[in-house]
């Protein structure tokens, strides 16, 4: 697999403010199922200060699994066996208004990765819902053609999703749903406290591979309940694969 590094960090070709870093890392094979859901099955997750983000007024979640690789903690520390693993994540769609700038970010009601210390920090610094659980990943691509798989056990039961790409990758057409899903580039969570904090993640758009097949298996009531786990039960309103970047996820503030 061969991957180029990109030294210069942007958003939409700006330049980051000045914040200090929590981490730095690379996600690869960004594998996403997008549903389309009722916005009532979500107001309970919505942090204090932010609004249900939509497009074309139809609201979606998206069930993620990547490759977080390189990953080094404020920028320089690289943990022994925690720089490269996977992540599965469920998460929605925000906005935020911030003197007059319309902040478009994500809230993640559930994210699994197979590190306890990796889990326990995030739960910490930021009051993420993650939880450390078995995981394994199948990548094959030969350019034009991939396969990617995340897997997870849970409840001793295992789930997985699946895609099969074709073609070389592109960038979103201007005001797609796939840009939608990719350039939202802020994070936001709620602590117990009911405190909103919010937190800056920068990165290069993305190019994408549309999914000629892509499905979940497995049972997704478990993590998410049996509401959102029907959900993704059914066939995504679309699936496709980001190559993905860098990335520099910044030290969150309290906003609320």
Avoid at 125 to 153: A, F
Wanted: include cysteine.
């Amino acid at each position: 697999m061969r991957m180029t590094r990109r030294t210069e960090m942007t958003v939409d070709g700006n330049t980051p403010p000045a914040k200090r870093v929590f981490l730095s890392a690379e996600w690869r094979y960004l594998l996403m199922l997008n549903y389309e859901v009722e916005p009532a099955l979500l107001n309970r997750h919505v942090p204090p200060g932010t609004s249900l983000d939509s497009f074309q007024g139809k609201t979606y979640i998206s069930l993620v699994g990547f490759r977080f690789c390189r990953t080094k903690l404020l920028g320089r520390l690289s943990v022994p066996f925690h720089t490269d693993f996977d992540e599965v994540n469920l998460r929605f769609y925000v906005r935020r208004e911030e003197g007059g700038e319309i902040r478009r970010g994500v809230v993640f009601i559930a994210e699994v990765v197979p590190r306890l210390a990796i889990a326990k920090t995030a739960r910490i610094v930021y009051g993420e819902n993650y939880v450390c659980l078995p995981m394994k990943h199948r990548i094959e691509t030969d350019g034009t053609r991939n396969t990617v798989e995340y897997q997870w056990r849970v409840d001793g039961h295992g789930c997985r999703i699946f895609a099969e790409t074709v073609e070389h990758p592109e960038h979103p057409p201007e005001g797609s749903l796939e840009q939608f899903i990719t350039e939202h580039y802020w994070g936001y969570a709620t602590r117990r406290s009911n405190e909103s904090y919010e937190y800056h993640v920068t990165h290069p758009p993305w190019k994408v591979w549309t999914a000629t097949t892509a499905k979940f298996e497995g049972d997704a009531s478990s993590l998410y309940g049996p509401e959102l786990g029907s959900v993704i039960q059914m066939h995504p309103s679309s699936a496709f694969v980001a190559e993905g970047s860098p990335i520099v996820v910044f030290k969150g503030n309290r906003i609320q």
